[in-house]
Every structure is written in structure tokens, then in C-alpha cells.
């Protein structure tokens, strides 16, 4: 098994080993985008490997700020807040993160950017950073239906009180950033809690932020400082191995140095519902990142119903959950899930159609699946339609179905986790 276009899993008996994650790809963007705004230098170690926050990197070199890589450590040379205007449209490749948050910088600058993406961006909404940043005063243009490529031109900026009337932790961070350089307090209230990497950077690069109850703010022209850093396993590449280890009678896995912010870790108490052994030990925290080591027993799965705060918490990881939902005992249901619509790919829909292809029964809803449980599934040619996430977790379902599984466009998987398919291998016990 390789990671070239098309990946073949077979079944195993189940999961055992000790592993590391490649750094988390949330965190590892908005601690290079922060770099460069940052006065001094800052070093990354284990940065995510992934390829979009390597976009990320490209397009913060193309904005004047110099980095060196080596391995998994990124040196980032800070250029203050003023970036220098790119000469070409910034590429963010497959990365709605990077568009969506790089606005939020680009809006105090005093230029003009231009921002492009692959098919799978250009066709995700980004009115949802639009509309906060142009109230901040940032002047932006857009394709057709809020779609991408953008045009932003930023400038003085005023703070808002904003409302967000979607869950996005991208859109959250984005206004926060634009924050910095606006006047005045800018507060963003967020309709259920999203990941808080931004606000815990944010301190971390020695910015005052803060957090009352669903409300963050931040005042302008405060200055960012350099950092050293070790960036967490990522969370969301485990939960492949985790929700792969749950899935056996016998399974034994430990994940070091992982992730474990609250506001990230929601799969552990979801598979523990299920019915799944899980420890945690040796937690510390990293600039104010919680992280630790997760040690797995896998046994008999249960079933949940995932709906409302828990599917924005668990938004990355339904894939996976929703491959692995028909070995369960008693299924799961994933409710108040329409935001799946728009990531890389369709997930709802993608999931639905890759499940039914391997004999699976399923129910698709317009915001959701319900997969019942009990389900024996066979190999089958899955599409990833492109998407890292769908790719992998597909990877996990083949595990437990009879025959072999082909996922077409595996490769895919290198937007988060290149070797994602050689770890898979290594843990497989057959
Ligand atoms: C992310 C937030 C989520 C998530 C994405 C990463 C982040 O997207 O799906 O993979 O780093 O803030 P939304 O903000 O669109 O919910």
C-alpha cells in the first residue's frame, strides 16, 4: 500500500502500536500566520506536514515574510504588522483555513491581494469573512456567490461587535486578526463554542485576549512577539487511529504528545460513551495548549446520536465516525451537520454514497446521515472525491469489511497528513 492515487486497504485483526502526530494543522496556521506579523523571529517545531499550512507558508513568503523549514521545524522571520504587497495572486491550494484567516491579516494591510484557490476552494463560501472584515473597513470583492477568487484591499480599520451566524472557528480567528489592527475593542460572539486556537496564539505571541463565555475581544494595535514553540499532535489525523483501535476487541494503541484542548478532544468522550478504554496521561500545557498521551483498548461499540455544541466540536472528525458508525452496535446519528456541505467536499454526501458502495444501509439527511448499527460491509471502490478526510476515514472502514477496498484519489491525503497510509500499515496487525 502506497500513497500514490489510488490506496488498497485490506482487513486486520486490529491496532496496535505507539505513535506520533505530524503537528496540528489548525494550530500550526495561525502560529506561522502570527509569526509573521510578530516582531523577531519565532520556531516552530513539529509543524503541521500537511500541505496547506506549507500554502499557508507560501503565501506568507510571498507577503515578505522569509521562513526557513528543516524537517518539521519552521523558522519564521517576523515582519512586524506591515506585510509587503505580494506581485501575484497568493495560491491557498486546497486550504479554506488559509483564505479565510489570511483575510483577517490582509484587512489591515494597505494593499491589495489577490487570493486564488484549487476547485475544491473555489467553490466554498467565503462571505462569512467577507461581511465582518468589510464592516471592519476592508474593501472586498469576490466571484460569483461569495465564492473565490478574492480581492482585498485593507486599510484603517474600526472595530465591530460581531455576531457570527455561522459556528467557524476560521471566521472567529479571521475577525480576531483583523482585530489587531483595528481601533477600538472588536468582540466576536460565536452561536456555539469553536475551536480556541486563535484566542490561545493570540496570548501566546503576547497579545491581551479576552473570553466571556461565547464572546472573545481584543483591543488594536497591541504587538506581537515571537515565540518558541512544539506544535501538538494533531488531533483530528488520530482520531483515524483512534476510532480504528475502537473498532477491535484486542486493539492497543498510545498516542503521545497529542492535542487535547477541550474545545478539540470531544472524540475521546464520544468514543468512551461508546464503550471504548481510554487513559490519558501526562497533561501539560504548551501556550496554554493542552496536550498529553491517549492510550486506546478497543472493545465492543456502542451507538450515540451526535447533534447541535458536539457536531461543531466534532466537525472534523464525523467522517470517520460516520465510516466506522455501521460495526457499531447500535448505530450513530449525526444531526445539525449542514456546514459538511461546504468543507473540501460534500461530506454528507460523499459519506452516504461511499457507505451504500460498501453494502452499508444509510439515510442521508440535508444536515446529516443515520447510519444504523449491526451492519456488515464488504470492499468496495470508494470515491475520496478529493478529500483528505474522506480518504482516510474510508481507510479505517476497510479495515473491518470483508475483501479489499480501493480508495481512489488516496493521495488526497497529504492536504493534512502525508504517510497518513504508511502509519495506517504500521499499526495494522492482520
Ligand atoms: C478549522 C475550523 C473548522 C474545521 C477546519 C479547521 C480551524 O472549519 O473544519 O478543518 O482551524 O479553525 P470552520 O471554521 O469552517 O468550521
Known sequence: ???????VVCPCRNIAGSLRLPGDKSISHRYAMLAAIAEGSTRLENFSTGADCSSTLGCLKALGAEWERQGTTVVIRGCGPDLRAAKAALDCGNSGSTMRMLCGILAGQEFST??????????????????????????????????????????????????????????????LFAGLFADGETRVEEPVRTRDHGELALR??????????????????????????????DISSAAFFLCAAALFPGSQLVIDGLLLNPTRARLLDVLVAMGTHISVTQVE???????????????????????????????????????????????????????????????????????????????????????????????AEINSFGDHRIAMAFAVAALRATGETSIQKADAAVISYPGFFEALESAVKR
Do not use: C, W
Open 1 to 7: 500500500m502506497t500513497e500514490s492515487l489510488t490506496a
Open 114 to 175: 489577490e487570493l486564488t484557490g484549487d476547485e475544491s476552494l473555489s467553490r466554498r463560501p467565503m462571505a462569512r469573512v467577507i461581511t465582518p472584515l468589510a464592516a471592519m473597513g476592508a474593501s472586498i470583492t469576490a466571484g460569483e456567490n461569495g465564492r473565490p477568487p478574492l480581492r482585498i484591499t485593507g486599510g484603517s480599520l474600526k472595530a465591530i461587535d460581531y455576531k457570527m451566524p455561522v459556528a467557524s472557528a476560521q471566521v472567529k480567528s479571521a475577525v
Open 204 to 233: 501566546a505571541f503576547g497579545a491581551e485576549v479576552k473570553r466571556q463565555g461565547n464572546v472573545a475581544q481584543i483591543v488594536g494595535g497591541q504587538k506581537l512577539h515571537g515565540i518558541e514553540a512544539h506544535v501538538p499532535g
Open 285 to 379: 500545557e504548551q501556550h496554554g495548549e493542552l496536550v498529553g498521551t491517549v492510550q486506546v483498548e478497543g472493545g465492543e461499540l456502542g451507538g450515540t446520536t451526535i447533534s447541535g455544541a458536539d457536531t461543531a466540536a466534532l466537525i472534523d472528525e464525523i467522517p470517520v465516525l460516520a465510516a466506522i458508525a455501521p460495526y457499531s452496535r447500535e448505530g450513530i446519528e449525526i444531526r445539525d451537520a449542514r456546514e459538511l456541505r461546504v468543507k473540501e467536499s460534500d461530506r454528507i454526501a460523499a459519506l452516504a454514497v461511499n457507505l451504500r458502495g460498501m453494502g452499508a444501509q444509510v439515510e442521508e439527511r440535508e444536515d446529516g446521515l443515520k447510519i444504523p448499527g449491526g451492519q456488515k460491509l464488504h470492499g
